[in-house]
């Protein structure tokens, strides 16, 4: 079956521009992370949903990033006003329930010029 | 909060030399543990997991035994293959009140040389 498809794959993006990222999870899984990974560095978390439920957004780094998933499958990760440090790869995962392994998404790299 | 700390890296090992890349975590409560593994080009992908203390987790000749009393999860293989050569995450994830964390530590990128 598929995996966790993220798209686009690579965004450049002028300073000040709006961007939204789009994840295809699998279907079937309730949680789905997204995380931002900086180069040579771990994914930091940035938010959690359970199914349609936003449970944690803790990680999110200002109120330029917003995300959705509003019928529990797709979700969008949008980020106004783009600033050059919001330049990083942007990773999506799911997983069938919680405590379980998590498929990863390819990833959407993000550049902000 | 809940963190992960690894070894940093790069670690560059001959083939068929002996593998430790160390993790320890904190948290409260009991935590599941796991090593992601991210060859060059790919995405990450689950190598193994450990649910709870004593277990040991083991997957393509690489292994890791969830310590509580140590907090730690060390990552070994007992001989190393040019195809090894990865970066290599120790990540935790537990389930609180109403949400559940999943966190990673920085990574170790391996380097095998023939």
């Known amino acids: 079956g598929a995996g966790v498809s993220q798209s686009p794959r690579y965004k450049v993006a002028k300073r000040g521009q709006d961007v939204a990222l789009r994840c295809d999870p699998i279907s079937g899984h309730v949680s789905l992370f997204w995380y931002q990974q900086a180069l040579g560095q771990g994914p930091e978390f940035l938010t959690y949903?359970?199914?349609?439920?936003?449970?944690?957004k803790s990680g999110l780094p200002s109120d330029r990033f917003f995300a959705e998933r509003p019928e529990g499958s797709v979700s969008t990760l949008k980020i106004q006003r783009t600033q050059q440090e919001d330049s990083a790869v942007y990773l999506c995962a799911s997983s069938l329930d919680r405590n379980e392994k998590l498929f990863f998404g390819s990833g959407t790299q993000l550049s902000v010029l | 909060g809940d963190s992960v700390t690894q070894m940093e890296g790069p670690v560059t090992l001959s083939e068929e030399a002996f593998l430790t890349i160390n993790c320890t975590y904190t948290?409260?409560?009991?935590?599941?543990l796991f090593w992601y593994v991210q060859y060059p080009g790919e995405g990450l992908q689950l190598l193994l997991k450990a649910t709870k203390a004593d277990d040991k987790g083991s997957n393509k000749g690489f292994e890791a035994t969830y310590r509580k009393e140590t907090t730690s999860f060390h990552l070994e293989k007992g001989s190393v293959q040019v195809s090894d050569s990865a970066v290599y995450f120790c990540a935790l994830s537990r389930s609180t009140s109403g949400t559940y964390k999943y966190i990673f530590g920085t990574g170790t990128r391996l380097k095998v040389l023939a």
């Open positions: 949903f359970q199914n349609e439920a936003q449970l944690d």
């Open positions: 948290a409260t409560g009991y935590p599941s």
